[in-house]
């Protein structure tokens, strides 16, 4: 049985993609079976319509081992050590820009984790988050979308954290593990 993404090559995935990773570098990975992936998200774990695709986009959960990941309860760590609410963690750390993503729950100032295990093995590509710059999109204000507002106009990421990109996921490669609220 062949594994999603067996034949996919780092350099032919879109360029918006290979300049998500720092240096436009990203390992190819076989993630295994049963390993738990997470992101912070406003979305939910399902895609909004039939047929879709799950997002690409995703962490581990636990450290995984070659990477400089600190997985999920590293990053929690990380944010309180720093003193940053979770939200201005997650969005600084991965670099999540709010015309891909406003990470919801702006008003409590509690991040939303939505959490998937993978049923089959596939392969994804895996590097550290490039340091972005906020495009807002038209329509969207900053001040009143992003409570954590940057000195910076526009707001630059820094970026840093680990991720995946697995591209072509589909209800038959994953389950659901659920959302949570982290302060």
């Known amino acids: 049985m ?3 993404n067996e034949s996919l090559v780092f350099i ?9 990773f720092v240096g436009k570098a ?3 990975t076989l993630l295994p079976a049963g390993l738990e992936l997470y992101k912070f998200t406003g979305f939910d774990v399902t895609p909004g319509r039939a047929g879709a695709h799950y997002s690409p986009w995703w962490a581990a959960v636990q450290p ?11 990053h929690v760590a990380a ?3 720093s003193g940053l609410p979770m939200l201005t963690y997650a969005r600084e750390a991965f670099a999540v820009m709010l015309g891909w993503n406003a990470l919801a729950l702006l008003q409590s100032g509690l991040a939303k984790v939505v959490r998937i295990g993978l ?5 994804g590509f895996g590097g550290s988050c490039q340091r972005m710059r906020e495009a807002v999109p038209a329509g969207r204000v900053v001040g009143r979308l992003n409570v954590h507002k940057s000195p910076l106009n526009p707001p630059t990421f820094r970026g840093g954290a680990y991720q995946f990109y697995v591209p072509n996921l589909t209800a038959a490669h ?5 959302s949570s609220l982290i302060p």
Not at 12 to 20: G, L
Not at 64 to 74: E, I, M
Not at 174 to 178: A, F, S
């Open 26 to 28: 990203a390992r190819r």
């Open 119 to 123: 049923t089959q093995p596939v392969y």
């Open 174 to 178: 994953l389950r659901p593990l659920g």
């Open 2 to 4: 062949p594994v999603l």
């Open 64 to 74: 995984l081992a070659g990477t400089p990941d600190p997985g999920l309860d590293g």
């Open 79 to 81: 944010a309180r050590a």
């Open 12 to 20: 032919h995935e879109p360029e918006s993609v290979q300049a998500a």
